[in-house]
């Protein structure tokens, strides 16, 4: 077997696994609430629910370990804290950037009290944080080996947008009274920061850092995503994400 078609195997079967997860927990939520089951405050809701979330995660350590990665391997990469400053800045940098933008854009609003960020940063590493065990981790470097970077990521924001639509038919995620337009417009720009991050860092922690703070500043913040100022704040983040890497370039 070629190193490619080894690409596309492990691609295939990570994408195959994560769905067949996604959809038997979250699709099976979506139709068990249709009949008056599985509600976001019954018992065996969040069970099943952090599982779909794991879904990625999951199917990341069976396909890389069936692969050849031991799991010792695998946790060290998902985990690999041990980071140069100057990469643990670059995620602080884009992520005030987002804070930044999205104050200026009014799609953020300070909700809380800011010294929250720091613990829902770490509160959210398990739950969204670890998806990068599979999108930053499997996805989005096996189709950079086959396609041009911008269109890799935007590929892979698309996949990834596509594992969230179930959660826009379910009672009790933050997704259900989101814009599904403006919600895929804002987590193609998260898309390219993120491979950004992946491409200057080559870290996979750092990728989970950056998601799981994100997702912090998302409770921090009143996010609304329900206007134009959506398209401005994304395009601005894709352009800043860009500038990094040429940045990169420039110093080489």
Same mark, same amino acid.
């Given at each position: %077997? +070629? ?28 139709? @068990? ?5 599985? #509600?976001?405050?019954? +018992? ?9 979330? *794991?879904?990625?995660?999951? @199917? ?6 069936? @692969?050849?990665?031991? $799991? ?9 804290? #041990?980071?140069? $400053? ?22 953020? #609003?300070? @909700?809380? $009290? ?31 080996? %086959?396609? $041009?970077?911008?269109? !890799? +990521?935007?590929?892979?924001? *698309? ?22 337009? !403006? ?17 200057? +860092? ?13 997702? !912090? ?19 601005? %983040? ?7 890497? #040429? ?6």
């Amino acid at each position: %077997m +070629t190193q490619q078609e080894q690409t596309k195997k492990i691609t295939l079967s990570y994408l195959l696994i994560t769905f067949a997860l996604m959809g038997f927990t979250w699709g099976g939520i979506c139709i @068990a609430q249709q009949y008056g089951y599985l #509600k976001n405050n019954s +018992t065996m809701f969040y069970p099943i629910y952090i599982f779909g979330g *794991a879904s990625t995660t999951i @199917a990341s350590f069976i396909v890389l370990t069936r @692969a050849g990665v031991s $799991p010792i391997e695998w946790l060290k990469n998902v985990f690999g804290i #041990k980071q140069k $400053p100057i990469y643990y800045l670059i995620v602080l940098v884009l992520l005030l950037c987002y804070i930044g933008v999205g104050l200026l854009t009014k799609n953020f #609003k300070i @909700a809380m $009290p800011l010294g929250y960020l720091f613990l829902y940063t770490f509160t959210s590493i398990m739950e969204g944080g670890l998806e990068e065990a599979g999108w930053r981790y499997i996805l989005q470097p096996n189709i950079e080996k %086959m396609l $041009p970077f911008s269109i !890799a +990521t935007l590929l892979t924001g *698309a996949i990834w947008m596509l594992w969230h639509v179930p959660l826009f038919f379910m009672v009790g995620t933050s997704q259900q009274n989101m814009n599904f337009g !403006a919600f895929f417009v804002f987590l193609i720009s998260f898309s390219f920061s993120l491979a950004v991050i992946r491409t200057l +860092t080559k870290s996979i922690w750092l990728c989970v850092l950056f998601h799981a703070a994100l997702n !912090a500043a998302g409770t921090v913040f009143a996010v609304d995503l329900s206007s134009m100022n959506t398209v401005i704040f994304s395009l601005i %983040m894709v352009l800043i994400s860009l500038s990094l890497i #040429k940045l990169k370039k420039l110093s080489v």
